[in-house]
Structures are given as structure tokens and as C-alpha cells.
């Protein structure tokens, strides 16, 4: 039994967003391998008797180890030949999907990818946002605010500057500084979009601004996980669907 192992993308939270190439895999998996913030529901995909393990990465949050994952993979393999490691989103946007596949070829393991739809650029094309749009916006960034350790991303300074869409991941923990990097570059009337869980039945969504972005996240509960978008894509009447919440009431 050849060792297999194959990084499937779940999508962005929809379970219907999987692309048809990782049901495929999932259909001939004899272990999973899954995620947070991959939906569960993906799970009827594999075989009845493949096992489905939970190795929980979810920021800010008590998960697996990275290592132990990778121990996993390389026993499980090693024992039962077909391993789909599902990952939320993309498995190559900040999901460590590369970290797993050089692991995996060290011991001599049979890869594969399997592409999914990022959150950075899913979500925000379920509201119907452009992050690139013609005399608006010529360019994007997607970026992480949280680094190893916990530390803020400073690149967001830089972000900050530009007259590009800004998508941050894992960002709620940071949103006052994110917040504030923005309004020392004088944008505090720049348009904002929050949305926690997007494309699931607890998808919350608030049009916003630099500005008011703290004080709405905290009347809306805003929390992990959640994307934050930052630009004049996001402007309220840009939005072709949105969720009227208390800070369209401010």
C-alpha cells in the first residue's frame, strides 16, 4: 500500500464550495485529517469506514501542534495508504499546507494539492465585492495580522498606505490596531466590511468604516473567525447582498 497524502481546501465555510476535485479525494480517502474551520458536513464524502480525526487549528485557540499533525500524517499514511488532510479555505493561504507537503516528502510520500476557494477572495465575492475594480482599485492585498507568537503583522503599515483593497485574515484580535494604522494615514472615512463566518448559516456581515470599525465590531460581537476588508470596494452601495446589523442603524 503506496503512502499517499493529499492537501484538499475546504472552501471558505460553505460545504458546497469544495471544489468537485476534492470530493474525488475525499470519495477515495481512508483517513481524514480535518480542520475547524472545515466543514464537517465535507465529511460524508469519505467512506464510511475511513477514519475522520479532528486536529482543530483555529487562531487564538488551543490546536493541535503543528509537529503532531505531521506525525500523524506520516503514521497514518504509513498504516492505511490514503490520507486527505482537509483545510479550511485554501491549503496555501496561510493554512501551512506547504509545511505539511515538505514534511510529507521527506519520508517519501505521494502528494497532491487540491486547490480551494480562499475566504480572502470567496466571502468577498459572495457580497458581491470586487477587490479589483476599474478606476477604484488596481490592485489587493490579503494579509494575516496575527505572526508567530502573537505578534502583529507591521506590514500592515504598509498596507495602510496604499490605495489598493485590503483583506485581513485572522485579524479580529487586532482589529483596534488595525484600526488605528488605518486613521494614521488619515483614513477614518474609508469603507470597511467585516464578515464572521462567511457563506455559513452564522454568517454576520457589517458595513462600516475606519472610523467607527472598534465601536461596531463591539455592538455586533464581531469574533474569530472573521475577514476584514478595507477599501472603497466596501462601500455599502457597492454590496449587492448585506446583512442590515446595528451598525447601518448608527
Known amino acids: ?3 499517499k ?20 479525494a475525499l470519495n477515495e480517502a481512508k483517513v481524514v485529517l480535518y480542520d475547524a474551520l472545515a466543514n464537517e458536513a465535507l465529511l460524508s ?20 501542534p503543528q509537529e503532531r499533525i505531521n506525525q500523524l500524517i506520516l503514521s497514518y499514511a504509513s498504516v ?31 502528494i497532491e494539492v487540491v486547490p480551494g476557494i480562499s475566504s480572502a477572495t470567496g466571502l468577498t465575492a459572495t457580497q458581491g465585492i470586487s477587490l479589483t475594480e476599474r478606476g477604484i482599485a488596481d490592485g489587493f492585498w490579503v494579509l494575516t495580522a496575527s505572526l508567530r507568537d502573537n505578534k502583529f503583522n507591521e506590514d500592515l503599515r504598509i498596507a495602510a498606505r496604499s490605495n489598493s483593497t485590503v483583506v485581513v485574515l485572522m485579524g479580529v484580535r487586532f482589529i483596534s490596531r488595525i484600526a488605528e494604522e488605518f486613521r494614521n494615514e488619515g483614513k477614518d472615512n474609508l469603507p470597511v466590511l467585516v464578515i464572521q463566518e462567511g457563506s455559513t448559516a452564522n454568517e ?21 473567525p472573521a475577514v476584514i476588508v478595507l ?7 457597492n454590496l449587492t447582498k448585506f446583512q442590515p446589523l446595528l451598525a447601518a442603524l448608527n
Do not use: C, W, Y
Not at 456581515?205 to 470599525?213: A, K, N
Not at 477599501?231 to 452601495?237: L, P, Q
Open 204 to 224: 454576520k456581515v457589517i458595513s462600516t468604516t475606519v472610523g467607527r470599525l472598534i465601536a461596531d465590531a463591539q455592538i455586533n460581537k464581531i469574533k474569530a
Open 80 to 110: 492505511f495508504g490514503n490520507v486527505v488532510r482537509l483545510k479550511g479555505g485554501d491549503p496555501f493561504i496561510f493554512g501551512r499546507g506547504k509545511e505539511e507537503l515538505d514534511f510529507a516528502k521527506r519520508f517519501g510520500i505521494e
Open 45 to 64: 464524502h469519505a467512506p464510511q469506514d475511513a477514519l475522520k480525526i479532528f486536529v482543530g487549528k483555529r487562531g487564538g485557540q488551543r490546536s493541535v
Open 5 to 24: 497524502l493529499t492537501l484538499v481546501g475546504a472552501g471558505p465555510g460553505d460545504p458546497d464550495l469544495i471544489t468537485l476535485k476534492g470530493i474525488k
Open 1 to 3: 500500500m503506496k503512502p
Open 231 to 237: 477599501g472603497e470596494v466596501a462601500r455599502h452601495e
